[in-house]
């Protein structure tokens, strides 16, 4: 069983401030997914990764796929309130369905 | 910007009764897929759908959940007696391609079994 370990799991951080949070496991993929969810709504995807080593930009979000296809990183410049959500990662894998992580839950307090 | 929708947003039923998601994936879409989100847990995969037939399956799909697509546009999917741990966050979600595609999920039922 593919395993993804997001962390850290909850994340409350002050307008203006970096931070980064991480997607973990010890399975190699052929691709990973960011997603962002609020409540009451379903995953939105932001990114997907596919090269070792890949480095996506979109605005102030930075996305890293490590160089073994094993870890990708989520890095926010400056977040905003309207970053707050929960920021999921998801693998693919040969044949296997989507695998998704449980997710990092972030707090942005103006 | 074309969007899955998914009906009711909400359903309590009583266990051991039946009850069926209904989605509606985007119109040029192809491969579609059922995933639930247990309260505080991961998003799981269910099920995908293609060309009218179960594609793939998890553990967690068995004979009590059916998915079928009965026309051109809707994609339900049924579980034939409810269990107290069927209780979560159901998610549609449909894809052009069924790898690296996009998939764009639907908001969600939020199916509670008392």
């Known amino acids: 069983t593919q395993l993804l370990e997001q962390s850290p799991q909850f994340l409350s951080i002050q307008e203006g401030e970096n931070l980064t949070v991480y997607c973990n496991s010890s399975?190699?993929?052929?691709?990973l997914q960011w997603y962002r969810q609020e409540p009451g709504e379903g995953p939105v995807l932001l990114v997907t990764?596919?090269?070792?080593?890949e480095v996506k930009k979109l605005k102030r979000l930075t996305f890293q796929f490590g160089d073994a296809r094993k870890d990708s990183s989520l890095h926010i410049t400056a977040a905003q309130p309207g970053d707050t959500g929960l920021y999921l990662c998801?693998?693919?894998?040969?044949?296997?369905?989507?695998?998704f992580g449980k997710g990092t839950r972030l707090s942005v307090i103006a | 910007e074309p969007e899955v929708t998914q009906t009711p947003s909400h359903q309590v039923t009583q266990m051991g009764q039946e009850v069926i998601l209904r989605c509606v994936p985007i119109?040029?879409?192809?491969?579609f897929y059922w995933y639930r989100q247990i309260l505080g847990q991961k998003v799981e995969f269910l099920v995908s759908?293609?060309?009218?037939?179960?594609?793939?399956k998890s553990e967690i799909f068995d004979d009590q959940f059916s998915v079928e697509r009965p026309d051109g546009s809707n994609f339900t999917l049924k579980i034939r007696s409810t269990k107290l741990e069927d209780s979560a966050m159901y998610f549609c979600?449909?894809?052009?391609?069924?790898?690296?595609?996009?998939?764009?999920f639907g908001s969600g039922t939020q199916l509670s079994v008392l």
């Open positions: 759908f293609y060309n009218n037939e179960i594609s793939e």
């Open positions: 979600a449909s894809s052009e391609a069924q790898r690296r595609g996009k998939l764009f």
């Open positions: 399975s190699v993929f052929s691709s």
């Open positions: 998801a693998g693919l894998s040969g044949n296997t369905p989507l695998v």
């Open positions: 119109s040029n879409h192809l491969y």
């Open positions: 990764v596919v090269t070792g080593g």
